[in-house]
């Protein structure tokens, strides 16, 4: 069984650039959800995707988008980036029903950003 | 809003010591709660969780039980290896996950 895997390991980009991380999720999954984790600090949702659409959202601004595809794999975009945008971003995927949030979600070992 | 409070670490310990890592929350409804492990340069793997009130989670020696009634969630270890080092966040979800700070664990030999 393959778990979840995240790509890129590591990223560096600019202020103002736009970035996309991907993420594929466990064999069997259907939701996959996005995480924020600053340095020192807990990670913080941005959203989930189930059967393709957004299934909840946490306080990051519009700038903050994703897709999930039929093989239930995703991308987490970002444009605009501001140095406040450097972190930790996990992803992780979950069996879940629509309108209910899945209780145990099973991280990938995230995209390091950093925003110069 | 829901919330997540662990106690501020680092905590330093020796092998073979015991080891409590304080949890509070606060939620309006009924969450599940969790305690999630992060060893250094990897993902966060789930340790253990509790879905109901007295419910008792348990994994790998650690043990947490879930208290409505102080709405705590304290991870517990009788004794310590030095394999245990890692960040540990306690974490409750009812719409989603949300997560406290993290405590750091740094068991020394």
């Known amino acids: 069984e393959t778990g979840v895997t995240q790509s890129p390991t590591h990223l560096i980009k600019t202020r103002g650039q736009q970035v996309t991380l991907r993420c594929s999720s466990q064999?069997?999954?259907?939701?996959v959800s996005w995480y924020q984790q600053a340095l020192g600090q807990g990670p913080q949702f941005i959203f989930q995707?189930?059967?393709?659409?957004?299934?909840g959202r946490g306080n990051f601004p519009p700038r903050f988008s994703g897709l999930q595809f039929p093989n239930y794999s995703s991308e987490l975009n970002v444009n605009a980036l501001e140095l406040d945008d450097s972190a930790l971003y996990l992803c992780?995927?979950?069996?879940?029903?629509?309108?209910?949030?899945?209780?145990?979600?099973?991280f990938g070992p995230g995209t390091r950003l950093t925003v110069l | 809003g829901d919330s997540v409070t662990q106690m501020e670490g680092p905590v330093t310990l020796s092998e073979e010591a015991f080891l409590t890592i304080n949890c509070t929350y606060t939620?309006?409804?009924?969450?599940?709660l969790f305690w999630y492990v992060q060893y250094p340069g990897e993902g966060l793997q789930l340790l253990l969780k509790?879905?109901?009130?007295?419910d008792k989670g348990s994994n790998k020696g650690f043990e947490a039980t879930y208290r409505k009634e102080t709405t705590s969630f304290h991870l517990e270890k009788g004794s310590v290896q030095v394999s245990d080092s890692a960040v540990y966040f306690c974490?409750?979800?009812?719409?989603?996950?949300?997560f406290g700070a993290g405590t750091i664990l740094r068991v020394k030999s």
């Open positions: 974490a409750l979800s009812e719409r989603k996950l949300v």
């Open positions: 064999s069997g999954h259907n939701t």
């Open positions: 939620a309006t409804g009924y969450p599940s």
């Open positions: 992780a995927s979950s069996t879940g029903t629509s309108g209910r949030f899945s209780n145990e979600q099973f």
């Open positions: 995707y189930y059967r393709e659409e957004e299934n």
């Open positions: 509790a879905t109901k009130a007295d």
